[in-house]
């Protein structure tokens, strides 16, 4: 290698450097300006994964249930252990 060509390298690499620290500081100014917008993405974004997880590692018996179906079959479970049996009927 060249020192052309490795003085190149060391550009590009810079430039990137730069423009990480720029996209940082913009999405520093985001969540600065809109904190409500930023944590409300950050739960979907979180709830989405827990849903996919689960899935993924969801019993084999339920692997004949669509999506839809598991995840309410999901939520009803849950739900039913809170509500007490006298509303539940």
Do not use: W, Y
Not at 13 to 34: D, F, L, N, S
Not at 46 to 57: K, Q
């Amino acid at each position: 290698m060249n020192q052309q060509q490795t003085k190149n390298r060391m550009d590009t690499g810079g430039k990137i450097k730069q423009e990480c620290a720029q996209m940082t500081h913009q999405v520093e100014h985001a969540i600065e300006e809109q904190p409500l917008a930023a944590t409300m993405a950050t739960f979907a974004v979180g709830i989405a994964t827990g849903v996919c997880i689960g899935m993924m590692i969801g019993n084999s018996s339920h692997s004949r249930l669509s999506t839809s179906e598991q995840i309410s079959r999901r939520v009803m479970d849950s739900l039913h252990g809170m509500v007490p049996n006298s509303l539940s009927r």
